[in-house]
DNA sequence: CAGTGGTCTAGACCACTGT
DNA sequence: CAGTGGTCTAGACCACTGT
């Protein structure tokens, strides 16, 4: 029952449609009630019941035809998305076990990532190696440059097996917002492929990240190589929103 | 100017203020005039000028604030970022000339990609087969599978050099609303290597897409392979934000 | 306090879909 | 044709921000 309160009128109402739909009473492809009968139903005017039903599309939960009416879209695409999240993090919410091995953290020069950073080539900085694994066997070799900043709180911690993401929000109070990722295709050369455990010359993927804290302030730049028969990177891209943040594709340079 | 006619007034307000902020006239930080403003200067209603508005905002190049006012984001996300689009819209996009060369297009068996486009195994589909260039340089091989009910379309049209997408939704009205991706690492054998002209063993970046329209019917499953040195992946994602579309990582299942 | 955006009402007219 | 969502008007009242 739709009531007058703290709780706005449009937000009880996509509330209890959200509901009907996960509970059954309307299943994927079902026709919803048209605007005018919400108004009826819930005696609330057509651009509350508009905004109501205009949230939920954009949730992805509805689609509108003109002319034809209301519908419970057949795929939910916001439920099974995982947003951006450290690898063990995201290991752990799909059921797996996610470990570490052989990590080495020390202090040098920025040079080469001083540029993903926005620091001076010569400032120090501090980095982790690490070979990741899932359930026990190994998937990427992943490699973390820290600012200065972040380094100095970091070195202090115990880091084995740990995930940084959580360690940075949770005990360092420092607010992720965002990434930008690099995605390429490459090949695991001596080093790398016994590492990872291949033969040299098998295809690894390649994910380089940027992390920036909710004021924009660069906090790490992170560089995996992932076993390419261990390892997806699956994805949603949506058309015509641009306000949703979407993946795009980058054409290289190189000749 | 806002003038009646076959463009929505919200739209035109939001591209005459998306245009203010594009050429300078309002830079990150400043305050926009206050919706009462708007109306004014505009001769329009509260709710248009609101319209026009949120849409900026869900864009992500406006922000609000209760009791303070509107302003123009720091950051402008939406703008650098590229909606779902296929291969010659998006390098058309970033001054890059596209092109097509060997195009192959035939009905055959869905066999293989029968799970991907949801039919049976023995349903026939039309598939397109093409070498993806930029500038004039090779760049992909991309083999695009379209279920019958489009196939029958899309045969009929000149394929030679266009954008899938835009046909679909401009010449045979499919409103693709999404599509789920899967970026793997992989070789480049005998075959593809030639296409791609590249040695055998080279890196490629394999992108597997499943494209939806707003209904959430399956349209078609494209499978490209992309040369590791003139194309990267590029994305950004969000962190908690449920409610956004953002890349997630798979782990892979073979051993 | 005046000014802001957030919510909400009660309509009107339109283009589009399917019978 | 009746019914649908899409657009638009012309207001009202509210909570919040900053002086």
Not at 91 to 102: D, E, I, K, L, Q
Not at 130 to 152: L, Q, Y
Request: overall charge positive; charged content about 25%; some cysteine.
């Amino acid at each position: 029952m739709i009531q007058p309160g703290r709780t706005p009128l449009h937000i009880q109402l996509a509330d209890i449609i959200r509901s009907q739909i996960e509970s059954g009473v309307y299943n994927a492809g079902d026709q919803l009630p048209t605007e005018m009968e919400l108004m009826k139903q819930h005696e609330l005017s057509s651009s509350t019941v508009r905004q109501a039903v205009l949230a939920l599309v954009s949730e992805g939960l509805l689609y509108r035809r003109a002319g034809k009416g209301t519908f419970v879209a057949k795929r939910h695409i916001g439920r099974d998305l995982l947003t951006f999240s450290g690898f063990s993090e995201e290991a752990a919410a799909r059921g797996f076990r996610p470990g570490a091995r052989h990590m080495t953290a020390h202090w040098r020069p920025a040079d080469a990532v001083a540029a993903a950073l926005n620091v001076p080539t010569h400032e120090s900085i501090f980095t982790i190696e690490r070979v990741r694994t899932i359930d026990d066997e190994v998937v990427a070799v992943e490699t973390v440059s820290f600012v200065a900043a972040i380094g100095r709180l970091m070195e202090k911690l115990d880091l084995a097996d740990t995930s940084f993401t959580e360690i940075l929000e949770q005990q360092l109070g420092v607010p992720l917002a965002r990434a930008k990722q690099e995605i390429r295709a490459g090949i695991a050369r001596a080093k790398l492929a016994k590492a990872l455990d291949v033969s040299s010359g098998t295809a690894v993927l390649q994910i380089d990240r940027t992390a920036f804290d909710t004021a924009d302030r660069i906090i790490y730049f992170s560089s995996s190589s992932y076993r390419a028969d261990r390892y997806i990177y699956s994805c949603w891209i949506e058309r015509n929103s641009a306000s949703i943040a979407q993946p795009r594709r980058l054409i290289g340079r190189s000749r």
